[in-house]
């Protein structure tokens, strides 16, 4: 019994130390995480018991994002997006394709800036800022990436898939070299 007690105290103390800017990036992982499980799952399936599963898998990644909980939320929602695909027949609409992966890769960025983040945290608001601002650019740059990409896919009597399979091979190629170059330059 001295155990709970003594972890019943200790959440008590890590509640009344946390700032508000811990709570905020936590709030928006919560927000961003279960947008994009809305945006990918079918609205058949929208009942109250799936709807509040999905909160709570939403709740996860902001409540423990040093876990395996933001990997989770992410494979529940690729999951909801192949089911709301194959198995609902939804069509694939570019706008919805995009703010699904906006939606996974802006979960994926507050996590771990919450990760990094002690509960007490006193952070400048432009360190949030810059933040966002780089999330925002790589989300744009992707965006344009996959519009361009979905385009070359329209070339052509059918090759237009292998246009685009090649274009997007070349394009993950390129990226790892940049990675690849920039981790060696440090």
Known sequence: MKAVVE????????VRRVSPTTLLVRSGIFV??????????PAQLFQPRTLLALAVVAALPAAAPR?????????????????????????????RLLAVAAALYL?????ALAAVLPYDALVDPDV????????????????VVGVVLAWL????????FQTATVAGLLVAVGCSGLLGWLLRRR
Do not use: K, M
């Open 67 to 95: 876990r395996v909980w933001p990997t989770f939320a992410a494979l529940v929602t690729v999951g909801g997006w192949v089911l709301a695909s194959a198995g609902y027949d939804r069509p694939i609409a570019l706008w």
């Open 32 to 41: 961003v995480v279960l947008a994009g499980l809305l945006l990918a799952y």
């Open 7 to 14: 972890r019943v105290n200790a959440v008590r103390r890590v």
């Open 128 to 143: 949030l800022a810059r933040w966002l601002t780089r999330a925002a650019a790589v989300i744009l740059a992707t965006w």
């Open 153 to 160: 896919g329209g070339i052509g009597d059918g090759a237009g």
């Open 107 to 111: 979960g994926h960025t507050l996590c």
